[in-house]
């Protein structure tokens, strides 16, 4: 079991009295576009190499962006766009490969219709979430700077630098234009 070392106490990026705009309708429409253009990307990486690649920064990033070019956002509504592609894109990998695996039941043809497909991807992203609910106090909260989590500290890193703005987004930029010129 890992020691705990928390010599400081955490403060958060945004404290918890800080009123800003989180749960906003352009918030989740740009969340559920990302979620359905990175999760077709999912899939297709999916059942052409065998493997996907997270979202998670690359949805942080392009959210800062775009939002940058129609308007304002709040870190919070920025990090909404990014939970909700990141999920769409997650719930597609899982049914990248779980329904693959059914064809080899008996009868295994039969669960390929888009009900089935449709029943599996709500039913096991309810699960995650209901699952999360009662395990973020106890592997988030709790154990925030015991648990190394690399990617969600690259994303909240990101969200910060797309929200301070200055010279650490533009490096965040910069890194996006290097990789889009090499693809």
């Known amino acids: 079991m890992a020691e705990n070392n928390k010599s400081t106490t955490f403060q958060p990026f945004v404290s918890a009295e800080t009123i800003m705009e989180e749960f906003s309708l352009k918030a989740i429409v740009l969340?559920?576009?990302?979620?359905?253009?990175?999760?077709?990307?999912?899939?297709?990486?999916?059942?052409?190499?065998g493997l996907t690649v997270s979202a998670s920064i690359p949805i942080a990033v392009l959210a800062i962006a775009v939002f940058k070019k129609v308007g304002k956002s709040t870190i919070l509504e920025n990090n909404i766009v990014q939970t909700i592609g990141s999920a769409g894109e997650s719930i597609?990998?899982?049914?990248?490969?779980?329904?693959?695996?059914?064809?080899?039941?008996?009868?295994?043809?039969?669960?390929?219709?888009?009900?089935?497909?449709?029943?599996?991807?709500?039913?096991?992203?309810?699960?995650?979430?209901?699952?999360?609910?009662?395990?973020?106090?106890?592997?988030?909260?709790?154990?925030?700077?015991?648990?190394?989590?690399?990617?969600?500290?690259?994303?909240?890193?990101?969200?910060?630098?797309?929200?301070?703005?200055?010279?650490?987004?533009?490096?965040?930029?910069?890194?996006l234009e290097i990789g889009r010129a090499h693809v």
């Not at 969340?31 to 190499?49: K, Q």
């Not at 709790?142 to 010279?167: F, M, Q, R, W």
């Open 31 to 49: 969340g559920a576009i990302f979620g359905l253009i990175f999760g077709a990307a999912t899939v297709y990486l999916a059942l052409r190499a």
């Open 92 to 175: 597609a990998a899982g049914v990248a490969f779980t329904f693959p695996a059914l064809i080899f039941l008996a009868g295994g043809e039969s669960f390929f219709n888009y009900f089935n497909v449709f029943t599996l991807a709500l039913v096991g992203g309810a699960l995650g979430v209901l699952f999360m609910v009662p395990l973020r106090r106890s592997l988030i909260v709790k154990e925030h700077g015991n648990l190394p989590y690399p990617e969600g500290t690259a994303c909240a890193d990101v969200l910060i630098a797309g929200e301070k703005g200055g010279s650490m987004a533009q490096r965040v930029f910069a890194g």
